[in-house]
Nanobody, 116 residues
């Protein structure tokens, strides 16, 4: 069955870095665009980063542009989110998602907390 498993979350101080990973299985990973979303308590789930099927195109929310980098390794069926210069407002549950036409799959999420 389809599985997306995020890892790498945790507690980090402001200004620190984390690298999230999302391991995919159960579908043809290379055929799907991949996204990272996040959801803070009491807020909507918002997309923070997108990478196209072949990795040739990326896009970011304005709030994370120049701080976060999305990448993928199709040989490992894994998508990454490198997060630098973290701020308290980056605190949220981070979800990876695979999408193609009308299909979208979700992971279970990983908590990122930015606090001193």
């Amino acid at each position: 069955q389809v599985r997306l498993v995020e890892s790498g979350g945790g507690l980090v101080q402001p200004g620190g870095s984390l690298r999230l990973s999302c391991a995919a299985s159960g579908f043809t990973f290379s055929s799907y665009s991949m996204d990272w979303f996040r959801q803070a308590p009491g807020k909507e789930r918002d997309m923070v980063a997108h990478i196209s099927r072949n990795g040739g195109s990326t896009d970011y929310a304005d709030s994370v542009r120049d701080r976060f980098t999305i990448s993928r390794d199709d040989t490992k069926n894994t998508v990454y989110l490198q997060m630098n210069s973290l701020k308290p407002e980056d605190t949220a549950v981070y979800y990876c998602s695979a999408t193609r036409t009308a299909s979208r799959f979700w992971g279970q999420g990983t908590q990122v907390t930015v606090s001193s």
